[in-house]
């Protein structure tokens, strides 16, 4: 089985923290090398230059390669920016395909840029298209009540491609709903598949180094968050709920610190972020400096290390998919304190290996977090955490259950005539 998986925006390889990168660089990443242990399975992940140093064809297993092709400027960018190179890199696609003789059994689209470029591939190559979205617009648009940032052909894409693909994945049951809800998908046509978490890479260390880098102190209570500097992450949300606990005078506040790491590729990225900007003026404006630590993004293998050192983790997203980093925490033994979304609701046990509170309520979390470090000497067991993180997610579960789709399409066969007319509006040309 030859697999066409387009991430258009997103290398699998790109430095986790910075403006669209995050989870799915992970997921493709850990899901392909996972898909691999299948003799059966070769798979070439399609993915725009963003570096003109970084042009060659990448392997990252013996039956796994990044290709990396034409597709806008030569340069990391907004993914809201991207839409009209699309046509450039579909024929760049189509092109490598013919010159190299390729023959693939089924196209495998993440993010709704990427999708569009599959469903051309799957026109031209009769080949089925399976896709999922990791996040959808009309969801984050609900939760963030802003002005939107996303482009203005998203969402009309993204209900363009539930009808076009042969199968939609996603790792959220409550995210699946909403696509049967809203966009009238059959049952038959989407399937959850729940992502995992690398235990050789995610474990418990011990490092009184990584302290002397957070700035931090032994007696300090750390806190620590992983993520995007991004609106709809919610960092704001702990800052203001720092700012309660000081109003409060808790002998807590004195002894937290929050670490927060990514933000960009390097941290000298930092300061061209307006969210970063936004929470930094509302430190200064609380005067919380000294309680915020701005480490930057990290490499995904560094990433236990601030783990380990953490007492919780938090993750205070107001919109989540599913949420692997409060996984990969678990991993490590550090219990997460979690917004009340998605999967994360369930993924976190209360009192077993976290808390949740109410999204976008700096109140809420607040009194979790007194909650928390009042219960932290009786009530947590890293190694159970770490335990029941490894057996409930797997990427080798995940692999299994993703071959077993994409088997069952190869077979099926999909034709290409449906009962939906394509938007050609929408298709690259």
């Not at 490598?96 to 390729?102: A, K, S, T």
């Not at 023959?103 to 298209?129: M, Q, T």
């Not at 491609?161 to 959220?172: G, K, N, P």
Request: charged residues 30%; proline residues 5%.
């Amino acid at each position: 089985m030859k697999i066409c998986a387009i991430s258009f925006h997103c290398c699998p390889f790109s430095l986790l923290g910075g403006d669209g990168t995050g989870g799915m660089n992970v997921y493709l990443r850990e899901l392909c090398s996972a898909l691999t242990s299948y003799p059966e399975v070769k798979i070439d992940i399609f993915t725009r230059i963003q570096n003109p140093m970084i042009r060659e064809i990448k392997y990252f297993s013996p039956q796994a390669r990044v290709v990396h092709l034409r597709g806008g400027p030569e340069r990391p960018m907004d993914r809201t920016k991207l839409y009209d190179f699309l046509p450039e890199f579909s024929r760049n696609l189509e092109s490598f395909i013919y010159q190299e003789r390729e023959s693939y059994d089924l196209v495998y689209s993440h993010y709704w840029l990427s999708g569009l470029v599959g469903e051309g591939i799957r026109h031209k190559f009769n080949l089925p298209l399976a896709h999922i979205y990791h996040t959808l617009a009309f969801l984050k648009e609900r939760v963030l009540r802003e002005e939107p940032r996303e482009h203005e052909s998203r969402i009309r894409a993204e209900r363009h491609l539930a009808y076009v693909s042969d199968a939609i994945i996603s790792s959220s049951g409550e995210e699946m709903q909403s696509l049967v809800d809203e966009y009238g998908i059959s049952s038959s046509k989407g399937r959850i598949i729940y992502p995992g978490v690398n235990k050789k890479l995610f474990y418990p260390l011990e490092d009184r180094m990584v302290l002397r880098e957070m700035r931090c102190r032994e007696k300090d209570r750390i806190i620590l968050y992983v993520g995007r500097i991004d609106p709809a992450k919610g960092l704001m949300t702990v800052i203001e709920a720092l700012e309660l606990l000081k109003k409060r005078d808790l002998p807590l506040y004195s002894q937290l610190k929050l670490i927060v790491v990514g933000g960009g590729r390097k941290k000298e990225d930092l300061p061209g972020n307006k969210e970063f900007i936004r929470i930094k003026e509302a430190i200064r404006e609380k005067k919380l400096t000294g309680k915020v630590i701005f480490l930057g993004s990290k490499k995904q293998s560094q990433l236990h290390k601030y783990y380990s050192a953490a007492e919780a983790l938090v993750m205070p997203s107001l919109y989540e998919s599913f949420g692997l980093v409060p996984v990969e925490a678990m991993a490590c033994g550090t219990p997460a304190l979690v917004s009340r979304i998605g999967e994360m609701r369930y993924i976190v046990q209360e009192g077993r290996n976290g808390f949740s509170f109410r999204p976008n309520n700096p109140s809420s979390l607040a009194s979790c977090l007194e909650h928390f470090f009042s219960n932290k000497e009786s009530l947590w067991d890293a190694e159970k955490i770490r335990q029941n993180a490894i057996k409930n997610f797997s990427w080798g579960k995940t692999a299994e259950e993703t071959y077993s789709l994409f088997r069952r399409l190869r077979r099926e066969k999909a034709s290409i005539t449906t009962i939906f007319q394509p938007d050609e509006s929408l298709r690259p040309v």
